[in-house]
């Protein structure tokens, strides 16, 4: 589907998160923010702002600013725009590896199967795993 610059800018007001304070004009020796409710998106290449009434696309290569005017090129810029879902948390929960001592791997490797060692106000015992149900 064919797209234009100006629905794709349309679409990305929605994505875009409200900064308080971001538009700033330096008046003589003063500096006055502006109060309007300016909308940001940034990426390393590519930058949208939302003024209201009106927004723009712009590329951004060292101190340059380009308005984006190519349908391919706003849309490799909405692409970067895009955040990246954490999908390997599981990954990162996983326990480190702790280097244990030679008397206590012995002394780990004497528990029989099926059982835990827990330490509580009792003191420290065996107690029977619970087996769980797989679903």
């Not at 029989?112 to 003191?123: E, F, I, R, W």
Request: glycine share 6%; no cysteine; charged share 30%.
């Amino acid at each position: 589907m064919a797209q234009s610059v100006e629905k794709i800018e349309k679409a990305l007001k929605l994505k875009a998160t409200p900064k308080v304070g971001a538009l700033s004009l330096k008046v003589g020796a003063k500096r006055v923010t502006l109060p309007f409710d300016v909308r940001v998106l940034s990426s390393e290449g590519s930058l949208f702002v939302h003024i209201p009434p009106s927004a723009g696309l712009f590329s951004l290569s060292g101190k340059d600013i380009k308005k984006i005017d190519s349908v391919d090129a706003a849309q490799t810029a909405v692409k970067s725009f895009r955040s990246r879902k954490g999908r390997g948390a599981s990954k990162a929960k996983a326990s480190a590896a702790m280097p244990l001592s030679p008397e206590l791997e012995a002394a780990l490797s004497k528990i029989p199967a099926g059982y835990k060692l827990v330490s509580d106000a009792k003191g420290s015992r065996l107690v029977r795993s619970r087996a769980r149900k797989t679903k």
